[in-house]
């Protein structure tokens, strides 16, 4: 089953605030574990926001 939009939000806001998901299901877990893996990537390579473009 694929995850809705509104579920791909809920878990995305869960995961930018460090919140715990609160679900055992694989798709939404794997889906909280990339968005952190990717914070975590762009901490590490510096890419905070959006860069200027003036």
Known sequence: MALTAYRKHKIYLAAIMNYALGTNDLEEVEFYNKIKE???DDKNTRHLG???ED
């Open 50 to 52: 959006v860069p200027r």
């Open 38 to 40: 990717e914070m975590k």
